[in-house]
């Protein structure tokens, strides 16, 4: 059972910048690749990027190209989720999940409890 913890959230001013990281509490988790996800309030999760364990490729959501930037800390299970030129339409919840590289919530079995993010504008 693959355990994911985030930690990073917090308040931003709009244009500022957060940096969120998610650490595995498993070895076996370098067998998935990780996203991260989002949620406002009222509204579905999305997703937002995500990253094969091997080989580093990257995904992104539209909306974040160019803004967001996920990585993964050799050695660590930690994977981080750089944020840059927030805006107010980025305040939810971020969550940290590992599973298969795709965009969709049900292909992450492994889930982690949430951050907030609240940007101000």
């Known amino acids: 059972q693959v355990q994911l913890v985030e930690s990073g959230g917090g308040l931003a001013q709009a244009g500022g910048s957060l940096r969120l990281s998610c650490v595995a509490s498993?070895?076996?988790?370098?067998?998935?690749?990780m996203a991260w996800f989002r949620q406002a309030p009222g509204k579905e999760r999305v997703f937002v990027a995500a990253i094969r364990w091997s080989g580093g490729l990257t995904y992104y959501a539209d909306f974040v190209k160019g803004r967001f930037t996920i990585s993964r800390v050799n050695g660590k299970n930690t994977v981080s989720l750089l944020m840059d030129n927030l805006s107010p339409e980025d305040t939810a919840v971020y969550y940290c999940a590992a599973g298969a590289v795709t965009t969709r919530t049900e292909d992450y079995p492994y889930w982690g409890q949430g951050t907030q993010v609240t940007v101000s504008s």
């Open positions: 498993d070895p076996t988790a370098g067998a998935y690749s």
